[in-house]
């Protein structure tokens, strides 16, 4: 991990045509991770996520409602909120396009670009998918559809202010090769190299159809398009000021550290995004990293869909921890994976009730049994303690790699290898035959299991502190815990 302390986390902001799913929950869930751990070893991490709130879509629905846009979306960003408190997500800011400063900077950066020269005035005449807010190229369709909503697309002639994203083509081919990991994971960057390499055109970012969004300021028949409004969020979000020479949380913060996204707007992260910071002059990400999809049946999970999975069901029947928990260890970050109520039930009773669970239940019993409930010193020459120690730096460095299954993975064979160890070393036959082997087998439980609670602690903060309670970290016996009923931490379903 770099050694500079502070690190900035993006999620992608969320259109509010939608009400928050696992999708949402998964990205957001993922920085939410990554920021527990990185804080936990000393960083100064800051997770911004929000809402995109602007555009035809929400126009369309909030309509439809009988809602204007801005109270729908007012609603809507209550139901992403309270999701993220449900799932215990520790964010430093919310953002909202709507929001005045966020909206001021879009139109003062449009200005300024526009008196550069990166964008210019022109007319449009293409294929628009409303759903994903994207031009499409006749090439591009599937059986005539847009590629992702399988929809028909709309047919487009309007004036508009263009983009002149062609003229960054070198300079981010350049910066990929300068930066390897800036295009993650690596088996995705070659689409993106392609499709760079293959000529960049400039893109339209204004619409005269579209009344709900931005107002160009020196022409204000126009609204922003809604991609540019929202990408700029991640430096507004943190106070980047175009009339200030400087400004110092933006500057102790930027250039962001990670943009957290879905592979289908990887494009506009990996692309379109850069070339507005090369524009502007500002530096760019370090990383972007685009993860896969929960499908459904093979198919994404998506409101158009209509095949949603609300997260919070299944926090009310397993809890928060158990989610968390799951979505992670099932399916690499990166890669697809396909939502089963039946897996996460099958991966509850083994990894969760009968691994940590039973494990944990087992050692604190046997510590009041045995020990008195004194907590023992730390293990000295201790053969399991020290491979443990040395598995807890590979864990870590999985988790900043956002390699989640991988390290959850190693957890669990961990968990497996203690499950193992008390199954064999037998203590309830050493407490008759050689009380010193049982107090020594004992403390390197307890120390092992500690470190379990550290490891687990991003995924699961509620089962770590309910660990380290009856653990009592940094403690010799905790008197409150002496006394409490030890209930299971996953009750067998
Ligand atoms: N508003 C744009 C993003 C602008 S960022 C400046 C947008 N919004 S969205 O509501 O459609 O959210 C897309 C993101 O939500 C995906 O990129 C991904 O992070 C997450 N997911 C939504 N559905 C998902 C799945 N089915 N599976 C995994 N993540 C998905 O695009």
């Known amino acids: 991990m770099a050694s500079s302390k502070k690190y900035y986390i993006s999620t992608p902001l969320y259109y509010v045509n939608s009400r928050p799913h696992i999708g949402h929950a998964y990205t957001t869930l993922a920085a939410d991770v990554l920021k527990r751990h990185l804080k936990s070893i000393g960083k100064d991490v800051y997770l911004q996520t929000g809402t ?16 204007t846009p801005k109270e729908w979306a007012d609603d809507v960003v209550k139901d992403f909120k309270e999701m993220w408190k449900v799932l215990h997500i520790d964010y430093d800011y919310f953002i909202r396009t709507t929001d005045d400063y966020h909206q001021k900077q879009v139109q003062l950066i449009f200005e300024r670009l526009i008196r550069s020269g990166d964008i210019y005035k022109g007319s449009y005449d293409g294929l628009y998918c409303s759903s994903c ?27 508009t202010y263009f983009f002149r994203l062609s003229k960054y083509q ?24 392609r499709f760079v390499e293959g000529g960049l055109k400039d893109i339209s970012v204004s619409r005269t159809r579209v009344k709900w969004g931005i107002p160009v300021l020196s022409d204000p028949n126009h609204t922003i398009y809604v991609w540019f409004d929202a990408l700029i969020n991640y430096i507004t979000g943190i106070g980047y000021d175009i009339e200030k020479e400087k400004n110092e949380k933006f500057e102790s913060f930027w250039p962001c550290d990670l943009h957290l996204i879905g592979k289908e707007i990887f494009r506009f992260h990996a692309v379109i995004w850069p070339a507005i910071l090369l524009a502007l002059k500002l530096p760019l990400p370090k990383k972007v990293y685009a993860h896969g999809w929960w499908t459904v049946d093979g198919e994404k999970m998506s409101k158009s869909r209509g095949n949603i999975i609300n997260p919070l069901d299944i926090v009310k029947e397993y809890g928060v921890d158990v989610f968390r928990y799951f979505i992670f260890k099932e399916v690499p970050f990166g890669q697809d994976g396909d939502f089963s109520m039946e897996l996460l039930k099958a991966k509850y009773n083994s990894d969760l009730a009968n691994g940590i669970g039973n494990l944990f239940s087992r050692t604190v019993n046997m510590v009041r049994k045995y020990l008195d409930n004194v907590m023992p010193e730390k293990p000295e020459d201790s053969e399991i303690f020290s491979r443990f120690l040395a598995m807890q730096k590979d864990i870590y460095k999985d988790i900043e790699e956002l390699q989640f299954s991988l390290a959850l993975d190693k957890v669990m064979k961990a968990v497996s290898i203690m499950n193992k160890e008390v199954d064999t070393k037998k203590p309830w036959e050493l407490a008759k035959s050689d009380t010193v082997a049982l107090k020594k087998f004992l403390n390197e439980m307890v120390w092992c299991l500690r470190l379990v609670s550290r490891w687990i602690y991003p995924f699961m903060p509620d089962t770590s502190a309910k660990m380290n309670m009856y653990l009592a970290i940094g403690k010799t016996q905790h008197p409150d815990v002496n006394a409490a009923k030890l209930t299971p931490l996953f009750p067998k379903k």
Do not use: M
């Not at 035809?56 to 809602?67: G, P, Q």
């Open 133 to 159: 807010e994207t031009f499409y190229d006749e090439s591009e369709l599937v059986e005539g559809n847009c590629p992702i909503h399988k929809k028909p697309v709309e047919k487009v002639n309007e004036e």
């Open 170 to 193: 070198d300079l981010l081919l350049k910066y990929y090769s300068e930066n390897p990991s800036f295009l993650s994971p690596s088996f995705r960057a070659p689409e993106i190299l």
């Open 52 to 67: 995109d709130e602007h555009g035809i879509n929400i126009e369309r629905i909030s309509s439809e409602n009988n809602k």
